[in-house]
Every structure is written in C-alpha cells, then in structure tokens.
C-alpha cells in the first residue's frame, strides 16, 4: 500500500467529489414520491406520541386473506423456497388466465403471462421492452406519480394530458389522437380505475381509446391494478378492445398483498421472450412465496368482498359528510378507494395545506402536487382505504380545521 498515492486513494473513494456530482445530476431530476413523504412525517408525529388518521397511502388496512396466509405458512413448513422460471409458476400464469376468461371473457394464453415483482417492475420491464430513450408516452395528469419518475430515470419523455370536468377525468381516444397528430407518440399510459381520481373508464370510452391506438401504432399500456375495486360498475380490460395492449395488474390492491410484491404481465406474444430476458438478469425470478400465496387469492373471494363492502361504507360516509364541510368538490370515483378533492378555497399550495392538515388536524392526506405537477396545488387526494371510524374521525378533524383556519 506504501506505493499507492493519496490521489490514487481518492480515485476509488465513494466520495469523491466528480462522481457526487455525476450521481446527484442524474437522480436530481427523479422527483420525491411525496405520498411517502407524508408517510415519514405521519410516523415522526406518532413517535412523538401525537396522533395521526393515515389517509396518505393507498394500501388496504386489512390483513391479507386467511386463505393466502395459510398457503404460504404451507409452503414455507415445506422449507425449501427457491428460485423459479423467471416468468413465474406455470399454475399461477394458467390461474390468471382462468380470471381473463370468467371476469371478462377474454382469452389469453398463459404463455403470455409474466408474473412480476410487483406492479412496478412489471412497469420497469414493459417500458424497457417497448421504448427506446427519447421515446414519447402520453400520460394523465393527475396521475401515478411513480409513471413519470421512472420515465426519466430510463430517458423517456412523458406527455401529460390534462383531465378535469370536460372530458370526464378520463383519457380519450380523440386526445390521444390531437396529441399524435401534433407530435408522434410511442405509447399511452392508461389507468382504469385511476389513481388519484377513483375514475373507472365507460365501456365505450376505453374502446375508443384502445381502438385509436391501434389504428395509430401507438402502443397501449393499460394499468388495471385497481381491478376487482369498483362501486356501480364493472371495470373494464383493454385486451377486450385490443388483443395486444399491454396490461399490467397487480394482486397488491383488491387482494390486500402490497408486502408481497407480486404482480403480472399480460403481453403480446413476440414481447414474451425478450421480457423474460430482461426478467432474469433484473430479477431472476419472482418470489416463489408470493406465487404460492397469489395463486391462492382466486379462493379468497368471501374475504375480499367483505373487505371491499367496508371500503364502499367509508366511500359513502365520505361522500355525505365531506361536503357538509366544504369538500365537496372533485371528479366522481367510482373505483378504487381514493376520492381526489378540490381545496383551492382553501389554500392555492396542496402542499402547504398537507403539511398544515398534519401538524394541525392530525389528518395525513397526499398533496395533489404529487400526481399533476402543473394544476395539482389545487387538489388533495384522500384514501379510504382504512376503518369506517378512522373516515369518522379524519371528518371531524377537517372540519375542525377548516373552521378554524378559514
């Protein structure tokens, strides 16, 4: 060591100055997940002893499923949990074929079924297998925040669509089709029911859509992670308006696993194999007990229902009470357990307001800033995803606020 200079030493510190800068260039234009943000500052307010009703975070309250649970307790009294193909089981890939065919008529081979690390890699390996950097995805705004982050961490360029009262907070395919005209688009980024807004898409809407896509040779991308949470209505896939849309889905919403990280791929049959490679050098494979649990989720539908019946009391009790106090404002949802609310008579910072409702109020709410950069300091998104006493409580709270504060 006596002969390696203290110049050469620095050349492999992790400190080291030039690569710093490198490093923070390039993650700087990765914006915060501020829903989580919210979260970390809930937490400290807790530890502190303080109180918080977490409307934040779109994750179900309930435990997973008895039925899941005890599928995995079985499988890990076996001992070994190894890795598997990377596409995943071949029980579980013909057991989400089985849901295409008695949810929506739909068939779809199990060959074109990859089982994910959750949702958000099968987002990472279907934006990898599809674009290359520069390529142009129109997306909502508001929207998954999560969308337009890994866009620029993988050099892509995302194309907002504003939604609002005009076009009934849903993509359509005339949009798309302005856009494309304007500029050339690669791909669409759907959502249905959507997140932040609960807006399920009409039959006749997402066809239109899918239709436009296909006759343009854009590519669709629809995320249905929020299927199976609907409340009047029925949501609808993309692949029964267009065989080779891309779908991502997800057991982490409906069937209460978000721990689990496991999710799905349905992909047009050329993409299969060039996912699966990309698949094992990312991943491996999925985990083999969050397989083994998820194939058991097809039998859990007693519990999910009960669960889902729970959510549409809180989305009830929200729709009465919130407007008695003045938060009565936003697009209708009719899906997921969000409701997307506009608080611009209250404040014209979403962010601010946040920060004011949890250090005030006791409630954690997430910012619309998070899913629309440009007309988002408008609206907060609440989750009702918890107990029908916690929507009690965070009313009471609001509405304390908002008499105090305005």
């Given at each position: 060591?006596?002969?390696?200079?203290a110049?050469?030493?620095?050349?492999f510190?992790?400190?080291?100055?030039?690569?710093?800068?490198?490093a923070a260039?390039?993650?700087s234009?990765?914006?915060?997940?501020?829903a989580?943000?919210?979260?970390?500052?809930?937490?400290?307010?807790e530890?502190?002893?303080?109180?918080v009703?977490?409307?934040e975070l779109g994750?179900p309250?309930?435990?997973?499923?008895?039925?899941?649970?005890?599928?995995?307790?079985?499988a890990?009294e076996?001992?070994?949990i190894?890795?598997?193909e990377?596409?995943?089981?071949d029980?579980?890939?013909?057991?989400?074929?089985?849901y295409?065919?008695?949810?929506?008529?739909?068939?779809?081979?199990?060959a074109?079924?990859?089982i994910?690390t959750?949702?958000?890699?099968g987002?990472?390996?279907?934006?990898?297998?599809?674009f290359e950097?520069?390529a142009r995805?129109a997306?909502s705004?508001?929207?998954?925040?999560?969308?337009?982050n890994?866009?620029?961490?993988?050099?892509?360029?995302?194309?907002?669509?504003p939604?609002?009262?005009?076009?009934?907070?849903m993509?359509?395919?005339?949009?798309?089709?302005?856009?494309h005209a304007?500029k050339?688009?690669?791909?669409?980024l759907?959502?249905s029911?959507?997140?932040?807004?609960?807006?399920?898409?009409?039959r006749a809407?997402l066809a239109?859509?899918a239709?436009?896509c296909?006759?343009?040779?854009?590519?669709?991308?629809s995320?249905?992670?929020?299927h199976g949470l609907?409340?009047?209505m029925q949501?609808e896939t993309?692949?029964a308006?267009?065989?080779?849309?891309i779908?991502v889905?997800?057991?982490?919403?409906?069937y209460?696993m978000t721990?689990?990280?496991?999710?799905?791929?349905?992909?047009?049959e050329?993409?299969v194999?060039?996912?699966?490679r990309?698949?094992?050098?990312?991943?491996i494979?999925?985990p083999?007990?969050?397989q083994?649990?998820?194939?058991?989720?097809?039998d859990a539908?007693?519990e999910l229902?009960?669960i889902k019946?729970g959510?549409?009391?809180?989305r009830?009790?929200?729709?009465?009470?919130?407007?008695?106090?003045g938060?009565?404002?936003?697009p209708?949802?009719n899906?997921?357990?969000?409701?997307?609310?506009?608080v611009?008579?209250?404040s014209?910072?979403?962010?601010?307001?946040?920060?004011?409702l949890?250090?005030?109020?006791g409630v954690?709410?997430?910012?619309?800033?998070?899913?629309d950069p440009?007309?988002g300091a408008?609206?907060?998104r609440?989750?009702?995803?918890?107990?029908l006493?916690?929507?009690?409580?965070?009313?009471?709270?609001?509405?304390?606020?908002?008499?105090?504060?305005?």
């Amino acid at each position: 060591m006596s002969d390696i200079k203290a110049s050469d030493i620095r050349l492999f510190d992790s400190r080291n100055p030039a690569r710093q800068r490198r490093a923070a260039e390039r993650l700087s234009h990765v914006s915060p997940f501020l829903a989580m943000d919210v979260l970390s500052a809930a937490k400290s307010i807790e530890r502190a002893g303080g109180s918080v009703i977490h409307m934040e975070l779109g994750e179900p309250s309930s435990p997973t499923p008895r039925v899941i649970r005890e599928a995995a307790q079985r499988a890990l009294e076996i001992g070994k949990i190894s890795y598997t193909e990377a596409l995943g089981r071949d029980s579980l890939r013909e057991r989400i074929s089985r849901y295409y065919r008695d949810i929506h008529n739909v068939h779809v081979h199990p060959a074109r079924i990859v089982i994910t690390t959750g949702s958000s890699a099968g987002f990472v390996l279907s934006f990898l297998a599809l674009f290359e950097p520069g390529a142009r995805i129109a997306v909502s705004a508001p929207g998954y925040p999560a969308y337009r982050n890994i866009f620029t961490a993988l050099g892509l360029e995302a194309v907002p669509v504003p939604l609002d009262d005009s076009n009934g907070w849903m993509l359509t395919g005339a949009a798309i089709a302005r856009l494309h005209a304007q500029k050339p688009l690669d791909g669409v980024l759907a959502m249905s029911p959507a997140n932040p807004s609960g807006v399920t898409m009409e039959r006749a809407t997402l066809a239109a859509l899918a239709q436009n896509c296909r006759s343009l040779g854009i590519w669709l991308i629809s995320d249905e992670i929020y299927h199976g949470l609907t409340y009047g209505m029925q949501a609808e896939t993309a692949l029964a308006f267009d065989d080779e849309a891309i779908i991502v889905n997800s057991f982490s919403k409906y069937y209460c696993m978000t721990g689990w990280r496991i999710g799905w791929l349905v992909l047009p049959e050329e993409l299969v194999r060039g996912v699966e490679r990309l698949a094992q050098n990312l991943y491996i494979s999925p985990p083999l007990l969050s397989q083994i649990a998820a194939e058991a989720a097809f039998d859990a539908t007693d519990e999910l229902e009960v669960i889902k019946a729970g959510y549409a009391a809180n989305r009830d009790l929200l729709l009465n009470e919130l407007p008695k106090i003045g938060l009565g404002r936003g697009p209708i949802a009719n899906g997921a357990f969000y409701l997307y609310i506009d608080v611009s008579h209250l404040s014209d910072n979403s962010l601010t307001l946040s920060q004011n409702l949890l250090n005030k109020a006791g409630v954690a709410v997430t910012p619309g800033l998070d899913f629309d950069p440009e007309n988002g300091a408008a609206y907060i998104r609440l989750s009702y995803a918890g107990s029908l006493t916690d929507c009690r409580e965070a009313v009471t709270r609001l509405h304390g606020f908002i008499t105090a504060n305005h």
